[in-house]
């Protein structure tokens, strides 16, 4: 799965990229949760004198639902993020509700 999760996938075949990026996307937002550990963890950094920070290798955008964004570092983004390869670097929430059109397949994004 981690091979399909690169940007060449876009132009390769970019239908199955947006299709594997849309279900990914669908699965981290709509249909889970943060498992109790990342409350755990939270409350017990919050305990500590100097508080506490995430840094996190997960792209389910989790933690953002615990703790304040400023408090998190995601080291390769998260799908609750996105922006273009060839662009000026601009980074925008992703729109769950908005497929990327097939038409619009040569723009290629790139978790945050």
């Known amino acids: 799965m981690s091979d399909l999760s690169t940007p060449r996938w ?4 970019p239908h199955l990229a947006w ?7 669908e699965m981290y937002m709509r249909k ?12 017990w950094g ?13 792209i389910d955008g989790h933690w953002g639902r615990i703790i304040d964004e ?3 570092w995601e080291v390769h983004g998260a799908v609750t993020h996105s922006q273009l390869v060839d662009d000026d ?3 925008w929430e ?6 990327p059109s097939l038409s619009s397949c040569d723009i290629m994004p790139r978790s945050q």
């Open 89 to 91: 670097g601009r980074i």
């Open 10 to 13: 876009f132009e390769v075949d």
């Open 70 to 72: 400023s408090l998190i």
């Open 19 to 25: 299709s594997f990026w849309r279900f990914r996307i």
């Open 32 to 43: 889970s949760e943060p498992h109790e550990g990342y409350r755990i963890l939270a409350d």
């Open 46 to 58: 919050e305990s500590l004198p100097y508080g506490f920070f995430s840094v996190t290798s997960n």
């Open 94 to 99: 992703t729109d769950i509700g908005k497929a």
